[in-house]
């Protein structure tokens, strides 16, 4: 394009690729004005179990293209949920976003919660601050807490930063545990909340340009993150439940910070 003379900034035509520019203010391709990029924007999307995170499948099977709104800009989805995994989905309109949120690097926590059959103590749980390896496979400190018993099943609430195939489920079958239901609360920041199944609701620009300032800072690991378990056991440890740290939160503070890994 350069070599046609189709670009120009101010009427003079750019003759050097390595022509450099602070904006795109005066830069006109063919006589027209370049238009600055639209800014990234960020959805919340509840997925449903059932649902393949995927634009099209071979076997004809449902994905969550077939049931977004048809006037939704066209958007990616951060990571992947299996196709039986329920809650937050994040959809970007940006692939620099999107990688950004995705890379274990920025250490952007996903807090998840599960219903499993079986037995296990919070012990076998803390256990998993310091990552595990199943079956040749190294995975990263994950937060787990036991939240309660009903019956023969167990919840447990898990956050972790990668996002290694099936992980949380893996590690659950690996402690001898069944899951039967296992939905995503939380990305980074942004929580699942009170938001409808199925339903799609746009994050605010100023949250999503506030929390993409954030991913400049350095994360902390898993373990010395404040994740909605990680802040209960904090209040916990101030006189909500014995009135001392619980033994968890002084390993944590004896012990150098765990590798930190995905989830």
């Given at each position: 394009?350069?070599?046609e003379g189709r670009i120009a900034i101010h009427g003079t035509k750019v003759e050097t690729p390595a022509t450099l520019i602070e904006s795109l203010h005066g830069v006109t391709v063919d006589g027209k004005p370049v238009k600055a990029p639209a800014p990234a924007r960020l959805f919340r999307y509840h997925k449903l179990s059932g649902l393949l995170t995927t634009e099209r499948d071979p076997k004809g099977r449902p994905t969550i293209y077939d049931r977004l709104p048809r006037d939704l800009p066209r958007v990616m989805p951060?990571?992947?949920l299996d196709l039986n995994t329920e809650g937050l989905l994040l959809l970007t309109t940006d692939g620099e976003l999107k990688r950004q949120l995705e890379l274990p690097s920025t250490g952007v926590p996903r807090t998840y919660r599960a219903r499993a059959y079986g037995n296990v103590t919070q012990?076998?749980?803390e256990e998993l601050i310091e990552g595990i390896e199943i079956d040749g496979i190294r995975y990263g400190s994950i937060d787990a807490n036991l939240e309660r018993r009903t019956g023969a099943n167990v919840w447990i609430e898990l956050t972790l930063t990668e996002g290694k195939n099936?992980?949380?489920?893996?590690v659950l079958e690996h402690l001898g545990l069944r899951v039967s239901r296992l939905i995503r609360t939380a990305y980074g920041p942004f929580p699942l909340a009170d938001l409808p199944s199925g339903?799609?609701?746009e994050i605010r620009q100023h949250d999503l340009v506030v929390f993409r300032q954030s991913l400049k800072r350095?994360?902390?690991?898993v373990g010395?993150?404040?994740?909605?378990a990680a802040q209960r056991r904090e209040r916990e440890g101030k006189g909500g439940r014995g009135g001392s740290p619980s033994p968890r939160s002084?390993?944590?503070?004896e012990s150098p910070s765990p590798r930190r890994g995905e989830g």
């Open positions: 394009m350069i070599a951060v990571g992947r012990a076998q749980l099936r992980e949380v489920r893996r339903a799609v609701e350095t994360p902390l690991p010395e993150r404040e994740g909605p002084r390993r944590r503070r």
